[in-house]
Structures are given as structure tokens and as C-alpha cells.
């Protein structure tokens, strides 16, 4: 089904943001996150953005339980990605045809791996940012939050939103 495909694309994008690392983060590799640590950061990470960000949007509910993540170990970062609740693999859902379509994933990533844009990380006025407590020992991180959706244009065209804090057209989400 093309939504499967389209999801398949989104991750392998997600994962290729490792890649795009500042320079001190290319030696170490990413490694997948317990599902537990992934879950309770995702939704410690989720519930300040969901606090800070009130009128955020777009707005879609999301599944902690289903919650995976990479890290690199020497530095203690990484990206989380939690899905929505409701997502699913539907062409007749009439919500996939509407501005800004259907929720995907909340996305929240440490610095070193922060989107690209012209070979330069994404301005943080233009991306979410939250300050939080890494659970060990009171060290404050700074993760960049993202709202992923998902939109069917028409055939097999969909296009993937990756929404910040500006308004965005839907030529340059971030941009």
C-alpha cells in the first residue's frame, strides 16, 4: 500500500539524519533505544512540549507505547519518534485529502543529529526547542521537537509535512 510506503520512506529519512551528525557524533554509531527508555523519554519529552507549546500544530494525539528510538552511547544522544495514536494504513480515511492531513509521528531529536536545511541545522525560531532534566543527575538537554503529517494529493502522490513553529507553506516546511 502506498501510506506503508510512504511511512517506510519517512523512517529511513529519520534514520538517515544520523548521518547529517555534526562531525563528533560520525564515529560512534546509532543503536536502537530499549522501547521502556524510549517510551518515558517520549512522553516526558512529549508532555513539556505538549505544556510549552499549547497552540502547536498541528494537533494529533500520540502512542507512547509504541515509542522506538536511536542513540549513540558515548554521547548520550539521539532521536525518539512517537507515533500517532490513530494512524493507519487507510486510503478512505477523508482526512489524509485535508490540510495539514492526517498526524504521523511527534519527533524529538538532540541536537547533534537537528534537520539539515542547506547544509546547515535547522534556525532553532523556527523549530520547537525544549530544555529538560535527562533523568541522571540533573544534566539539561535541549531537544528539537517536530509534528509529522501526512497528506494524499491525489493518484499516488502524498506529500510528508514536517511541521516547526512558523506557519510553512508546503514547499519548505522548515524553511
Not at 497552540?55 to 552511547?73: I, M, Q, R, T, Y
Not at 544534566?139 to 509534528?147: I, K, N, P
Request: aromatic share 10%; with cysteine; proline share 5%.
Amino acid at each position: 500500500m502506498v501510506v506503508t510506503r510512504v511511512f517506510s520512506v519517512f523512517v529511513l529519512a529519520i534514520s538517515m539524519l544520523s548521518f547529517a551528525a555534526k562531525a563528533q557524533a560520525a564515529d560512534t554509531p546509532l543503536t536502537e533505544l530499549d522501547p521502556e527508555i524510549a517510551k518515558r523519554f517520549g512522553e516526558m519529552i512529549h508532555t513539556q512540549f505538549a505544556k510549552e507549546n499549547k497552540d502547536a500544530k498541528p494537533k494529533f494525539e500520540v502512542n507512547f507505547e509504541k515509542a522506538s528510538g536511536l542513540f549513540n552511547a558515548e554521547s548520550n544522544e539521539g532521536i525518539i519518534v512517537v507515533p500517532a495514536k490513530n494512524f493507519k494504513e487507510d486510503r478512505e480515511n477523508k482526512e489524509v485529502e485535508k490540510d495539514p492531513g492526517v498526524g504521523v509521528c511527534f519527533l524529538c531529536m538532540s541536537q547533534t543529529y537537528n534537520p539539515l536545511i542547506d547544509g546547515k541545522p535547522v534556525d532553532g525560531k523556527k523549530a520547537f526547542q525544549i530544555k529538560f532534566d535527562d533523568g541522571q543527575g540533573g544534566a539539561e538537554r535541549v531537544a528539537t521537537c517536530l509534528l509529522c503529517t501526512i497528506r494524499h494529493l491525489e493518484g499516488d502522490d502524498w506529500e510528508l509535512y514536517v511541521w516547526g513553529k512558523d506557519k510553512p507553506d508546503h514547499q519548505d516546511q522548515l524553511g
